[in-house]
T-cell receptor, first 116, second 112 residues
Framework: DGGITQSPKYLFRKEGQNVTLSCEQN?????MYWYRQDPGQGLRLIYY???????QKGDIAEGYSVSREKKESFPLTVTSAQKNPTAFYLC???????????????FGAGSRLTVL | GESVGLHLPTLSVQEGDNSIINCAYS??????FIWYKQESGKGPQFIID?????DKRQGQRVTVLLNKTVKHLSLQIAATQPGDSAVYFC???????????FGAGTRLAVHP
């Protein structure tokens, strides 16, 4: 089945630790995205990548870092600089960077990070 | 995630009734709109989309209406089923997906 796989589904972190969330897609999509979701709020864009070895900051990039060494993979690192990291993190991908024809933004199942 | 539905406006409907979920969007220049459904503990799932040159689009049991004059979007679900219970998000865009703006969402609760 083609899709986006995020892991782990649940992750606990102590304050001061960096953690990395995995996102893998086998949809042959060029563009990948990371969103943060908090209760009662819409999704907010952290980082996005339109092509391998290139990525751009989104609206709330501070305290996060990403890499895009392979087309299929777009891991997100939540660093100790992120002051309020407890949230639900969603990875998404699309064939192109914008809607065109049947090109829709497809989401993974999410990773819930809790800081202890 | 599991807590996404907290603190959101909730629409409660009886099974079999029609549901209408409303959304006000912010940017009059937005030219593409999407509705997503998010079940507890899962990622958002695409339902239906509409471009700004249309005012209505129908899918299977769902209809999206766009009123550009008042910047209003609605999702109509016919014959609502228990499986429709979820949080529904509208999203607007003008350009690439990196410019997608999501609403806060509405929780739909379907009662037997």
């Amino acid at each position: 089945d083609g899709g986006i796989t995020q892991s782990p589904k649940y992750l606990f972190r102590k304050e001061g630790q960096n953690v990395t969330l995995s996102c893998e897609q086998n949809l042959n999509h060029d563009a990948m995205y990371w969103y943060r979701q908090d209760p009662g709020q819409g999704l907010r864009l952290i980082y996005y990548s339109q092509i391998v070895n290139d990525f751009q900051k989104g609206d709330i990039a501070e305290g996060y870092s990403v890499s895009r060494e392979k087309k299929e993979s777009f891991p997100l690192t939540v660093t100790s600089a992120q002051k309020n990291p407890t949230a639900f993190y969603l990875c998404a991908s699309s064939y192109r960077e914008g809607p065109s024809g049947a090109n829709v933004l497809t989401f993974g199942a999410g990773s819930r990070l809790t800081v202890l | 995630g599991e807590s996404v539905g907290l603190h959101l406006p909730t629409l409660s409907v009886q099974e079999g009734d029609n549901s209408i979920i409303n959304c006000a969007y912010s940017n009059s220049a937005s030219d593409y709109f999407i509705w997503y459904k998010q079940e507890s503990g899962k990622g958002p799932q695409f339902i239906i989309d509409i471009r700004s040159n249309m005012d209505k689009r129908q899918g299977q049991r769902v209809t999206v209406l766009l009123n550009k004059t008042v910047k209003h979007l609605s999702l109509q679900i016919a014959a609502t089923q228990p499986g429709d219970s979820a949080v529904y998000f509208c999203a607007e865009i003008n350009g690439g997906y990196n410019k997608l703006i999501f609403g806060a969402g509405t929780r739909l609760a379907v009662h037997p």
